[in-house]
């Protein structure tokens, strides 16, 4: 059984398995949650993300992937990498790419043993996603994709990605975000 909470705060201060970051296809950093996770994280996620880099994935990570590396200094044992597709109104197809997000993140963390798991709004920056439909695609994948989490915690910055949160979360009958079943 996963239980699907919602908060608001930092994701570097999450003190789980896994945290799910949503970087760049470059893996070395960037800004938002993505720049959070490399410097809270410190030198030692920058020097997997380089690792990773020279070996399978020299030309970066695919939009929709995800790949774990060591969560540094975090509070947290791994940093899931997942990359986001930036929005585009006339590409509904891109909404498939966010949800892959999601499921692979889930897939990696299931690979790693991983049963608590922070998740950011994915997309939802500087990638320009519209938060409702942002918190739409990742808490109905999330909730739909089979599991060996006990959590996905869904940590929101602000507090308008929260508040898109917990209304999609109610619209879909989940009642308020915090501690929510999930079969």
């Known amino acids: 059984m996963m239980e699907i909470t919602l908060i608001q705060g930092d994701i570097t201060e999450q003190s789980v398995d896994a945290v ?9 950093g960037g800004g938002g949650v993505d ?4 410097r809270r994280g410190g030198p030692e996620v920058l020097a997997a993300c380089r690792a990773l880099r020279a070996s399978h994935y020299g030309k970066g990570l695919a939009t929709g992937r995800a790949v774990a590396t060591t ?13 986001g597709p930036v929005y585009a109104a006339d590409r509904p197809e891109r909404a498939e790419l966010l949800a892959s997000c999601y499921r692979e993140s889930l897939r990696v963390a299931d690979e790693l043993g991983v049963r ?3 998740l950011p709004a ?3 920056g500087i990638f320009g996603w519209p938060l409702h439909d942002a918190a739409r695609i990742a808490l ?8 060996g989490l006990t959590e996905a915690r869904f940590v929101l910055f602000e507090e308008r990605a929260y508040q898109a949160f ?12 915090h501690g929510s079943m999930v079969d």
Do not use: F
């Not at 109905?140 to 599991?147: A, H, I, K, Q």
């Open 35 to 38: 720049g959070a996770i490399h």
């Open 122 to 124: 994915v997309s939802a």
């Open 116 to 118: 608590t798991l922070a």
């Open 71 to 83: 969560a540094g200094r975090l509070p947290a044992t791994w940093v899931i990498h997942t990359v």
């Open 20 to 28: 799910v970051n949503a970087a760049n296809s470059s893996l070395l």
């Open 140 to 147: 109905t994948t999330v909730r739909d994709t089979p599991s």
């Open 166 to 177: 917990d209304a999609v979360w109610r619209e879909l009958g989940e009642g308020r975000g």
